[in-house]
């Protein structure tokens, strides 16, 4: 057996910081884990699904933020949580690129 079928990515971190004057350390491990980790978990993936020859499916769990930020210091977040959204450049290799946009009403949400 060679390839990948099918890739869910769910990993993620929530954190919120005002945008004028977020701290570096914050926008270090939100955009590592939220961004460069959702790019290279899928570019991986991306690569095993091309080499198998039949395409696959890439589902990333994003954020309803990703597309509106509607709550306080959740800009940032919602900037890396919209990143994870589609990859249709990848359509033309078979590999169908999809995002869950979560809306979870949560204290952690709303903190």
Do not use: C
């Amino acid at each position: 057996m060679s390839g990948l079928d099918v890739l869910v990515h769910v990993a993620g971190i929530q954190k919120h910081a005002p945008s004028h004057d977020p701290p570096e350390d914050f926008l270090e491990q939100i955009t590592k884990i939220n961004i460069w980790g959702t790019l290279f978990t899928n570019a991986a993936a991306y690569q095993l699904m091309e080499k198998g020859g039949k395409g696959g499916a890439i589902i990333n769990f994003g954020s309803e933020a990703g597309l509106t930020s509607e709550t306080a210091n959740n800009t940032l977040y919602g900037m890396t949580k919209g990143a994870v959204h589609t990859r249709k450049e990848w359509g033309l290799a078979g590999v169908r690129v999809n995002a869950v946009l979560l809306y979870v009403a949560s204290p952690m949400y709303y903190r």
